[in-house]
């Protein structure tokens, strides 16, 4: 049975394909630029703080830290150009750490364009995250994946071969 992940959730709002192709662990081309330049922001930014990348099942998240009262849990981003997803992965990430007993606070972290997005899981935010499992939920049930649509993020995508070779 194939599980929704974090991962999963963040790529189903950009591409359904390539949130099947996650899902079914097939590996994205590892030496595509973009996904290095991630790489590196994610390993050279916030060195400093104290707990960095946290796995989980269906989680891997970037950092989690103390703010005062708060525990915070950070994921960094390359740019803010798909924000909506990246804070749906992020919900994720906070429902799973309360049904663990720990309440936190979520944070996008973009240090290219040194911006930071406070994310809260509240009721409206709940359901909108349901919204989006369900939706993760029916594209990777499905036994082939879904038919290929060229979007702008097809020039940087790790899948790019897969889809257009």
């Not at 290219?112 to 939920?137: G, H, R, T, W, Y």
């Not at 702008?152 to 995508?157: H, N």
Request: hydrophobic share 40%; proline share 4%.
């Amino acid at each position: 049975m194939l599980v929704v992940t974090g991962t999963v959730l963040l790529s189903s709002t950009v591409c359904d394909r390539e949130a099947w192709l996650i899902a079914k662990n097939i590996e994205p081309d590892q030496y595509n630029p973009f996904i290095e330049i991630g790489r590196w922001i994610h390993t050279e930014s916030y060195k400093n703080n104290q707990i960095r990348e946290i796995s989980l099942p269906g989680m891997k998240i970037d950092m989690i830290y103390e703010q005062g009262q708060m525990i915070i849990v950070g994921e960094i981003k390359k740019s803010s150009k798909f924000l909506k997803g990246a804070r749906i992965q992020l919900l994720y990430y906070l429902s799973e750490m309360k049904k663990r007993g720990v309440n936190a606070t979520g944070k996008i972290l973009i240090p290219k364009e040194k911006k930071q997005v406070i994310v809260v899981l509240d009721e409206q935010s709940a359901v909108e995250l349901n919204e989006a499992i369900d939706k993760a939920e029916r594209i990777i049930s499905l036994p082939r994946p879904p038919q290929k649509k060229r979007i702008s993020f097809c020039s940087k995508c790790g899948y790019q071969e897969f889809c257009w070779s």
